[in-house]
């Protein structure tokens, strides 16, 4: 899955990188495990708050 161009310059042949669509993927991945993350974090605060009450 990694992105081969070839330019006429012949001391350079091939150039090998990540596509746009590919770091979009990563990025939206990302995202999505940092808002499962917050929302687990905050349910565990919301837990302690109650506990810290009944106590």
């Given at each position: ?24 993927i990563v990025i939206v991945v990302i995202g999505i495990l940092a ?21």
């Amino acid at each position: 899955m990694w992105a081969k161009q070839k330019h006429q310059d012949t001391s350079v042949t091939n150039h090998t990188g990540f596509t746009i669509v590919e770091l979009l993927i990563v990025i939206v991945v990302i995202g999505i495990l940092a808002a499962i993350t917050i929302v687990a974090f905050n349910g565990v605060q919301s837990k302690a708050r109650f506990s810290k009450m009944q106590s």
